[in-house]
Every structure is written in C-alpha cells, then in structure tokens.
Nanobody, 124 residues
Framework: QVPLEESGGGSVQAGGSLRLSCAAS????????MAWFRQAPGKEREGVVG???????IYAESVKGRFTISQDKLRNILYLQMNSLKPDDTGVYSC??????????????????WGQGTQVTVSS
C-alpha cells in the first residue's frame, strides 16, 4: 500500500493555470513509477504524463507544451503544472504509482496505487 493524496484542483477560466500536487506518505516518489491521469465526464481515463523505462518524460499529445511535471524531493511531492488550460482539460485528475519492474524500469502506465483525485474545471 502506497498512500497518495492529490490537491490543487479548482475552477479556472480558459487560458488560466493550475498546479496540482501529489503527496506520498511512507515512500519516496523517487523509488516509484509515477504518472498523472485524468477522466472527463462520460469518457475513459487517460494518461496525461508518465515516465518510460529510460526515465524519459512522456506527455500526452493533447497536453504537450502546456503541462509540465516536476518534483519537490525535500517535501516528497510530485507536481503537475498546467498552463493555457482549455475546457477540454476538465476532469478528475489522479496520480498513480507502481513499484518498478526488472532493472528498475517503468515500461507501462502505473495503475496499482491511486489517490482520491482532484477536480479541475475549465470554463470558456
């Protein structure tokens, strides 16, 4: 069990910005495969940003150039900075984690552990 808790969601007008936080308890985020997901009403959950087996950050095409993932190692928090927000970005955002596989690789979207999610609403 890896406790995760998201925060930072809210309502913002199109073009605005939000910064989401994912806090972990008891484990270092550096030891985990981490990713951000989102789910819009009536749609399937989709990966927003994650890390591949070589440690490369992979962004969904729909958010590339607008969203940035970062880490506060001192406070053990993973951030998702979201700029130039669009109404289509509306949804529940969740962070997810898994333990790495062989050789410490993260070769798929992690989905073993989840936070409760935080609502992001972008109005036009």
């Amino acid at each position: 069990q890896v406790p995760l808790e998201e925060s930072g969601g809210g309502s913002v007008q199109a073009g605005g910005s939000l910064r989401l936080s994912c806090a972990a308890s008891g484990y270092s985020l550096d030891s985990l495969c981490m990713a951000w997901f989102r789910q819009a009403p009536g749609k399937e959950r989709e990966g927003v940003v994650g890390v591949d087996s070589d440690g490369k950050i992979i962004y969904a095409e729909s958010v590339k150039g607008r969203f940035t993932i970062s880490q506060d190692k001192l406070r053990n928090i993973l951030y998702l900075q979201m700029n130039s927000l669009k109404p289509d970005d509306t949804g529940v955002y969740s962070c997810a984690a898994e333990w790495p596989g062989q050789f410490g690789y993260c070769d798929h979207w992690p989905r073993k552990y989840w936070g409760q999610g935080t609502q992001v609403t972008v109005s036009s």
